[in-house]
């Protein structure tokens, strides 16, 4: 029965409707894709994501050029993990990567982000 309740979740889920402490669970087109450095000296991608409700744009800091080869700017990605708000507006930022077969695949055992489109898996190693 929770499997049923977390795809339902999954296909409710929109960018108008993620509030900051949320959980993301969501497949989005990525729109923009960059790799950066942090201050510290670190890589991390900074996405903006799509749905038809609008626009917003994710960080991730985790794994970032292992993301980075996994998706390409145009494709579905699967978002998994916190809204938080970082120097703007709410994004999400991802705890880890994950891998995702199709856009209604479900997974609970682990979060981040996955190319849905060519179903590479996001699994670090």
């Known amino acids: 029965m929770a499997s049923t309740t977390a795809a339902a979740h999954h296909q409710d889920q929109t960018i108008a409707t993620l509030r900051v402490g949320e959980e993301v ?53 699967r978002v998994r993990g916190r809204v938080e708000r970082f120097r703007a507006p709410k994004a999400p930022r991802p705890t880890r990567p994950a891998s995702c077969p199709s856009p209604t695949a479900t997974s609970t055992s682990s979060k981040g ?13």
Not at 26 to 45: D, H
Not at 48 to 66: K, S
């Open 25 to 77: 669970d969501g497949v989005f087109a990525c729109t923009r894709k960059e790799r950066q450095i942090s201050r510290a000296g670190s890589a991390y991608l900074t996405l903006e994501l799509r749905d038809r409700t609008g626009t917003i744009l994710a960080r991730a800091f985790r794994d970032a050029d292992l993301l980075a080869g996994r998706f390409e700017r145009g494709e579905l990605v």
């Open 113 to 125: 982000f996955s190319s849905t489109s060519r179903a590479r898996s996001m699994s670090p190693g």
